[in-house]
């Protein structure tokens, strides 16, 4: 091949090219064929001579090329990087990316220039991604269906715990009306609180492992009843367990208000929880109930240690507990499950946090009840 003073040896570059060329009249019979072609399918250029393109491939082939990509090629006039086997020597398939455009010669003749890959690295590549993604899938499939299983097996749990449960709370009631001494009434304050916090947990659990399954938070909404009893019962309750803690409650619930109350109380009872946990001992936790304009609004708010910024975006996540709080106590669930039964309700929950205190704000519209309640 001669390369000297910018001269280049076409015809010696079409034999050796690092691809296949093949050149065919309008009908696809070889006229000419290029030496890298002819040595990757292991049979001499004059043999190629007058074949058809088509009779260099498997049945299956020849018949999709026939079929389709002839009639396509005089459409269109082209078509790019098509995987076909063409047979090699001693029967072998040897995989090839094929492109192939229709040309005129200068007295106005037309014919077909092919031009070939060989494509077995690429072959074998793609069928190695196409195992891995089955693999993957296999795999994904499989912890779904565990993950499946081990939520219904948390669901089944937490929901036969609750009989015992009630029963230490039968107990406790009956044990509440004995004459019993200071220090008793005490030890019973502690195991009713106790209670109280293992419904809360068990709750929660039941309503996460219903939202993972596929029931969500359900809602059995009512404007017949008030809702200020079923706060002032939770704020009770949980200052049994947290005795020491001051809760400044006020309420201002002047409508009828469409809800599920005992979802409400649950949403009220996991803020709450929260605020006595990772709030400042020697600050009172504020509890604010009212609504006003079209909007029920609950506030929790309590002093201490600001949420750091980084744990804000993940605050309502399933698990999460903010770095930096001293407690470690629950499981993570209780402001997911207040985030859930929020908009559930066609609301938003809301946090803000600084130096001063942490505020969390439930709102929720009013719209519709005074229809239901009609």
Not at 272 to 284: I, Y
């Amino acid at each position: 091949m001669n390369w000297d003073a910018g001269h280049i040896d076409f015809e010696a570059l079409f034999e050796i090219a690092p691809c296949g060329y093949l050149l065919t009249d309008k009908n696809g019979r070889i006229s000419r064929a290029n030496k890298t072609f002819a040595n990757w399918i292991g049979r001499p250029g004059h043999e190629l001579l007058g074949l058809r393109f088509s009779d260099l491939l498997p049945i299956a082939g020849k018949m999709f090329y026939e079929t389709h990509l002839a009639p396509y090629l005089h459409m269109q006039g082209s078509f790019i990087e098509v995987a076909l086997d063409l047979k090699g020597g001693g029967g072998a398939k040897i995989p090839m990316l094929v492109n192939a455009i229709e040309q005129r010669s200068e007295g106005g003749i037309p014919f077909i220039c092919f031009t070939l890959f060989m494509a077995a690295q690429r072959r074998a590549y793609e069928l190695g991604l196409l195992e891995e993604r089955d693999e993957a899938n296999a795999i994904i499939a499989a912890e779904r269906e565990e993950a499946e299983l081990r939520e219904q097996f948390i669901a089944v749990l937490g929901h036969d715990l609750r009989n015992p449960l009630a029963s230490l709370a039968s107990g406790l009631h009956l044990l509440s009306e004995e004459n019993l001494s200071e220090r008793g009434r005490k030890v019973l304050g502690l195991m009713d609180g106790s209670i109280v916090r293992a419904t809360g947990l068990i709750d929660n659990v039941l309503d996460f492992a219903r939202g993972r399954l596929g029931g969500g938070i359900t809602l059995e909404r009512d404007a017949s009843e008030p809702l200020e009893p079923v706060l002032q019962q939770v704020v009770s309750e949980l200052q049994t367990i947290a005795p020491a803690r001051s809760v400044d409650v006020s309420y201002d619930l002047d409508v009828p208000i469409s809800c599920d109350r005992v979802r409400i109380g649950q949403l009220l009872s996991n803020l709450l929880g929260n605020a006595l946990t990772h709030g400042a001992r020697d600050k009172p936790v504020r509890v604010r109930a009212a609504t006003n304009d079209g909007q029920l609004k609950i506030v929790v708010a309590n002093g201490g240690v600001p949420i750091p910024p980084e744990a804000m975006e993940h605050l309502f996540e399933p698990f999460f507990r903010a770095n930096g709080h001293p407690s470690g106590k629950g499981l993570g669930l209780g402001l997911h499950i207040a985030c859930e039964i929020a908009q559930a309700h066609g609301g938003t929950l809301e946090v803000h946090s600084d130096e001063v205190e942490t505020v969390f704000t439930f709102t929720m519209p009013l719209d519709g009840t005074q229809e239901l309640t009609a």
